[in-house]
């Protein structure tokens, strides 16, 4: 007697039908992207569902795109986005070390091995993995050194589409992250997702790109009388609307003589005049507002000699807060000087191509900062924007855990050699752990983690077998050259030391996190139940409408003898 009733339209996969399943899945999506890893990775062009295209080898942005309906495709495509949030780059090398995993997993499956012993396996794998990363396979790094963190940053850049300008792209990056940086009573804060943004001005060419020490908005002043170049201005930040006060909704007023409706306008004007009064009263230079600035409100401004910029978004507002030192107010009346900005050297609004863009350039100190794209046209200047989020995170990462690991499949494949050594006669940790069945499955991720240097060999034409027989060969005779990778233009071996390609530790302890602690979930799963329900029955309204169609379907039922034709 079957316990679990299934709808009619429900697919059940149980056991290691579900396992093998979602390890096909994985594998699928893992060789999806396995061309985009490398310097000498191949782009994608996918179509998003608005018609747009999104020509990338970024893995999280590809994979964002693609319509996926197995579940654990859809995990798969989570740990990329995840890896984006957390250390911002790693995204396809994820993808692939995950994926690799599972199909390590399949024969031991096979073989009859419990899921269960194979995740035992691979935590210890990846406990022994951190603890190696941490100990022997990374080096520490002088963050207040620019040639090193350039160096660093270049590496990163090196297998994306912006590595034509490494040099410029590399700068610009670490000038960012150096300008966004806060450290207050020992704690360091770098916020680029709200203080670094990106200004995307189709034409010109890559090299034109620059980075702005302060902020800069695709707006003009209100009135053409207004200054459009100011020195060292002061500078007022509003939250409120320099407008009268309107009705929330529909709002009739009825008036019993043509005097009260003179009377009406004229208490307008005079709520107007009297917030322009409280700007003036403080002697600023420029304006910039959240919300509306009304005619009579520019008129008074202008007047006085006061350039106005309204409708900013909130997030703009608080990075020319960040830049310039003035403070947001929400009332013209809370107005005083010490809520004035005095730290931007110029302001000015400038025409690139057909549109006007104000500067809030020359800052003193600015916390906040813009970076401005040119380029030949949208997908180029997106991708190039996905690179730089790239490099700033690399930076970021480094400065807020400032220790290396070498790039090129190096350090994977010294993880593996490592892991390999433990497994076998050498290990001496915790032997117990080696004499019963979990030491295959632990020394399949040894075997997993050299698909970055095959993959990195396969990418540009390299002798797969060749270089990684040779690389594991190096590895193994000597235990302290953990440095040795593959040299992602050639395909040769190089020693990392000597080539200058790093990366830091986070984005590596974060991949092997992410990747063994997928392949042990979706291993987890062995009853993958999906089904839809019918849109009818979801219209049908209570229990009436269910009997109604009960008796419908009985209707439409096949007949013996209709069966039996």
């Known amino acids: 007697m079957s316990v679990v009733y299934d709808n009619a339209n429900t697919k059940r996969d149980q056991g290691k039908k579900a396992q093998f399943s979602n390890i096909f899945a994985a594998k699928t999506i893992a060789d999806t992207i396995r061309t985009c890893l490398g310097p000498r990775a191949m782009l994608k062009m996918v179509l998003d569902p608005m018609g747009g295209i999104v020509l990338t080898n970024d893995g999280n942005a590809i994979l964002r795109e693609i319509q996926v309906q197995h579940p654990a495709g859809k995990s798969m495509i989570e740990i990329s986005r995840t890896q984006d949030e957390e250390v911002g780059d790693g995204t396809t090398s994820v993808i692939i070390l995950a994926g690799e995993l599972l199909a390590q997993t399949e024969q031991y499956l096979q073989q009859g091995l419990h899921a269960t012993v194979i995740i035992r396996a691979y935590r210890k794998a990846l406990e022994d993995c951190i603890e190696i990363m941490k100990t022997k396979a990374s080096i520490p790094i002088d963050v207040k050194n620019r040639e090193e963190m350039l160096r660093v940053v270049k590496s990163c850049i090196g297998t994306k589409y912006l590595s034509r300008w490494s040099d410029l792209a590399c700068q610009i990056s670490l000038d960012a992250v150096q300008t966004v940086m806060i450290d207050e009573n020992g704690r360091r804060e770098i916020d680029i997702k709200r203080y670094a943004r990106f200004e995307k001005i189709p034409g010109g060419s890559i090299e034109d790109s620059y980075l702005l020490k302060g902020c800069m908005l695709n707006k003009d002043v209100v009135h053409p009388k207004m200054k459009r170049r100011l020195e060292n201005p002061r500078i007022v930040l509003l939250d409120c609307s320099l407008e009268y006060k309107k009705g929330e909704s529909q709002t009739s007023l009825e008036f019993s003589g043509e005097p009260d409706f003179t009377r009406m306008l004229q208490l307008e004007e005079e709520s107007i005049r009297a917030m322009c009064q409280d700007i003036i009263a403080v002697k600023p230079d420029v304006v910039v507002t959240e919300k509306g600035i009304s005619d009579v409100a520019a008129h008074y401004l202008a007047a006085a000699g006061i350039s106005a910029v309204r409708r900013t978004k909130k997030s703009d507002n608080n990075r020319i807060s ?160 953990f440095s040795w990778g593959i040299d992602g233009e050639t395909g040769q071996l190089v020693d990392m030391h000597k080539f200058g390609i790093w990366e830091p530790i986070a984005v590596k302890m974060q991949t092997i996190k992410t990747a063994i602690e997928t392949a042990i979930l979706l291993l987890r799963i062995d009853d993958i139940v999906s089904g839809t329900k019918k849109a009818s029955t979801l219209t049908e309204s209570g229990g009436q409408g269910d009997g109604k169609k009960k008796k419908d379907d009985d209707e439409n039922k096949p007949t013996d003898e209709s069966n039996k034709d």
């Open 322 to 481: 960040r830049a310039t030192g003035a403070t947001i107010v929400n009332d013209t009346g809370d107005l005083k000087e010490e809520d004035v900005g005095t730290g931007c050297g110029l302001f000015e609004i400038r025409k690139i191509g057909d549109e006007y863009y104000t500067f809030f350039d020359q800052c003193k100190n600015p916390k906040a900062c813009t970076i401005i794209l040119r380029g030949a046209n949208k997908d180029v200047l997106n991708e190039i924007e996905r690179n730089f989020q790239d490099a700033m995170n690399v930076t970021r990462n480094v400065m807020l855990e400032p220790r290396l690991t070498p790039g090129g499949g190096a350090v994977e494949m010294a993880l593996s050699r490592a892991l390999d050594a433990m497994s076998s006669s050498e290990g001496t940790s915790n032997d117990e752990f080696f004499k019963g069945v979990e030491k295959y499955p632990y020394k399949a991720v040894s075997r997993a983690l050299e698909i970055i240097p095959r993959t990195l060999i396969q990418n540009c034409g390299g002798n797969v077998i060749k270089q990684l027989t040779t690389l594991r060969a190096k590895h193994h005779q000597q235990a302290d050259q």
